[in-house]
């Protein structure tokens, strides 16, 4: 894989996750039922940042789970014989809660729709709502985002690197050709 571009900084990375914690808030009218899960893994880190911020605008804790979609995913059998199960950590009841699901990139759709398996096999939300960093375009299902920190157009041939601190020890989006 080689290097092509930064597309995100630490900075711009914090101000998309600050409008996009604000456009929220301001969608769902407040947080009074709003649940975020973020999406294993980079889907994660991202989800407690919104939830930080969301803390920092309203004053109050907005829950966050984990979903592992390892289970769901329709490739599974490509992916490995053996999954291994990192944990869904969803300790909150999601019945009649707006869900906001959180990913780090949106690309064919297939992670999304694995994930909506997840949230639906434990018990069902008043509405899931869709959260991610990057949408890089190719859909191959019919889904879209309420929320997005960027667009970035992109050929089949790259690839979006989201790196956050907690689990790269750094900030920072790139986007990067793949080796031919």
Excluded: C, W
């Excluded at 694995?114 to 434990?122: F, K, P, S, W």
Aim: zero cysteines; aromatic letters at 4%.
């Amino acid at each position: 894989m080689k290097f092509k571009a930064n597309i995100m900084d630490e900075k711009a990375i914090q101000r998309a996750t600050t409008r996009i914690a604000h456009e929220i808030i301001e969608k769902n009218k407040g947080i009074e039922n709003v649940v975020l899960v973020g999406i294993k893994t980079r889907g994660v880190p991202f989800a407690k940042r919104i939830a930080e911020k969301i803390e920092n605008i309203e004053k109050n804790k907005v829950n966050v789970g984990v979903l592992d979609i390892t289970l769901y995913r329709d490739d599974l059998t490509k992916v490995d014989e053996n999954p291994i199960l990192n944990d869904t950590e969803i300790n909150f009841n999601i019945n009649e809660k707006i869900v906001v699901l959180v990913d780090d990139v949106l690309y064919t759709g297939r992670t999304v729709r694995a994930a909506l398996d997840g949230i639906m096999d434990m018990g069902r939300p008043k509405s899931i709502q869709l959260a991610v960093l990057i949408d890089r375009g190719h859909r191959e299902l019919p889904i879209r985002a309420d929320y997005v920190g960027k667009n970035v157009p992109t050929s089949n041939e790259e690839m979006i690197r989201v790196q956050f601190e907690e689990i790269d020890e750094i900030n920072k989006v790139t986007i990067n050709k793949l080796d031919e």
